[in-house]
């Protein structure tokens, strides 16, 4: 039986095929800085999450806010296949963002606990991965949420392309780092790039396995 790489655990569904090409317009967008705090950071800097061994952290204390600059990767949730490759893939680059005097942040649904198995299995480095257990940072950005996203959208397509990518990154996955809340398994995730407290680039995903260029991020921050 083939994997369900959306959301193992969860029942799979039928889906028919779809055409790339009828996706929907881009969801990137970017702003210009200003001399003020972005909306988004102003939604997420109250917010709490956790650090892999269950320490709360405020939003607003993972990077300098003065200059520094930070990429903030939001993953679907820790079991989801597809967040692992996307995971490898930040991995890899962390020493490019590290070279540019860049903190990565990577943020995913579910308990400090799953975090922990997707780092320890992955591998991926601990003291960059945080929880949020509630969903608090996605819902304060409005990040997309679903069935329809989640199974049914176009912009899934593009996976097709990546099989050995995937294939690589989940030589060691377990499904126990899903979320015990089934719900939690439709969120969607995407990617942020600050300058202290302003938004550079924002990127929502579209559907599950919709990851913004990292390419694209590393011409941003550099």
């Known amino acids: 039986m083939a994997m369900n790489l959306c959301c193992p655990g969860v029942r799979?569904?039928?889906?028919?095929?779809?055409?790339s090409s009828s996706a929907s317009t881009?969801?990137?967008?970017?702003?210009?800085?200003?001399s003020y705090a972005s909306k988004e950071f102003q939604a997420l800097s109250s917010i709490t999450i956790f650090?892999?061994?269950?320490?709360?952290?405020?939003?607003?204390?993972?990077?300098?806010?003065?200059n520094g600059?930070?990429?903030?990767?939001?993953l679907r949730h820790f079991g989801c296949p597809l967040c692992w490759e996307f995971a490898a893939s930040l991995r890899d680059a962390k020493p490019k963002f590290d070279s540019a005097g860049v903190t990565l942040v990577v943020i995913g649904v579910g308990t400090p606990e799953n975090a922990r198995t997707m780092a320890e299995r992955l591998p991926f480095s601990k003291e960059v991965l945080y929880a949020d257990p509630g969903r608090e940072a996605y819902k304060a950005l409005d990040f997309y949420y679903g069935v329809g996203r989640t199974f049914f959208n176009p912009a899934s397509a593009k996976v097709l392309g990546r099989f050995d990518t995937i294939r690589t990154a989940l030589k060691d996955y377990t499904i126990d780092a899903t979320p015990k809340d089934r719900s939690s398994v439709?969120?969607?995730?995407?990617?942020?790039?600050f300058k202290g407290t302003q938004l550079l680039f924002s990127r929502k995903d579209e559907g599950t396995g919709d990851h913004a260029s990292l390419d694209d991020v590393l011409?941003?921050?550099?």
């Open 186 to 193: 439709l969120q969607q995730g995407g990617l942020l790039v």
């Open 69 to 74: 600059k930070a990429v903030v990767a939001f």
């Open 51 to 66: 650090s892999t061994d269950g320490s709360p952290v405020k939003f607003q204390d993972l990077w300098n806010l003065t």
């Open 219 to 222: 011409k941003i921050v550099s």
């Open 26 to 34: 881009s969801p990137y967008s970017a702003t210009k800085e200003t």
């Open 12 to 19: 799979p569904v039928h889906v028919r095929a779809v055409s």
